[in-house]
């Protein structure tokens, strides 16, 4: 059984459109994130929620907009997508939020590459 | 500030030769977590190890170890006796336990084995 799952893993879009990615986890975890790695392997947070509550907000433009409806849940939508977005995105999970920090493994989804033409 | 530096940008091995890769973070914090994790070229990342900042014993699990010394800030893992399976990028992460909470990668060092 898949314990993160991310949906679509190849996404190829034109410049200006709109686009989701899915995430999933059955892990029963209580906080869910969204990471950006660029072509250079550099991985950087985007967002995090934890039951449901954006937690963490890193400096993302706003054309990216995480929802989560339940906690197994966090989609990232990204409006106007632009050439610099073009990157693989992973979404992650991890048990328990404690005193504002976590610092429990992370369990990462396959990842979905992400290109703007 | 918190950051990580993992200096070897990308290391060649023969299999069986041992290999050592290097982390160094730096925090002021008197506790923290570091962690390893390995991105095969699948892409998913896994995770390896977590140290908390109290626990300076060396770790060992099979051909894997890991070497946490505080005087130096640094957290370095040595795979022993290298297969072809090992070729990943191999990132090291830091995070704080308390504050706002941030987990810093570091830009990961690709290591590839030769048959």
């Known amino acids: 059984d898949t314990a993160v799952s991310q949906t679509p893993k190849y996404l190829v879009t034109q410049m200006g459109n709109d686009k989701s990615i899915k995430c999933e986890q059955n892990?029963?975890?209580?906080?869910m994130y969204w990471y950006k790695q660029d072509s250079k392997k550099f991985l950087k947070i985007m967002f995090s929620y934890n039951n449901k509550e954006l937690i963490i907000n890193e400096t993302v433009p706003n054309r990216f907009s995480p929802k989560s409806p339940d906690k197994a849940h966090l989609n990232l939508h990204i409006n106007s997508l632009e050439l610099g977005d073009s990157a693989v995105y992973f979404c992650?999970?991890?048990?328990?939020?404690?005193?504002?920090?976590?610092?429990?493994?992370?369990?990462f989804g396959p990842g979905t590459r992400l290109t703007v033409l | 500030a918190q950051k990580v530096t993992q200096a070897q940008t990308e290391i060649s091995v023969v299999e069986k030769e041992d290999v050592t890769l290097d982390c160094v973070y730096e925090?002021?914090?008197?506790?923290?977590?570091l962690f390893w994790y390995k991105q095969p070229p699948s892409g998913e990342l896994v995770f390896l190890i977590r140290?908390?900042?109290?626990?300076?014993q060396n770790e060992i699990s099979g051909r894997y170890s890991w070497n946490f010394q505080k005087s130096t800030s640094s957290f370095n893992f040595t795979i022993t006796a290298s297969q072809v399976v090992d070729s990943a990028v191999y990132f090291c992460?830091?995070?704080?336990?308390?504050?706002?909470?941030?987990?810093?990668f570091g830009t990961g060092t690709r290591l590839k084995v030769l048959a």
């Open positions: 892990l029963g975890h209580d906080t």
């Open positions: 992650a999970s991890s048990q328990e939020w404690t005193s504002g920090a976590s610092y429990n493994e992370q369990f």
């Open positions: 925090t002021r914090d008197t506790t923290y977590y």
């Open positions: 140290r908390n900042s109290f626990d300076e």
């Open positions: 992460a830091l995070t704080r336990t308390s504050g706002t909470y941030k987990y810093i």
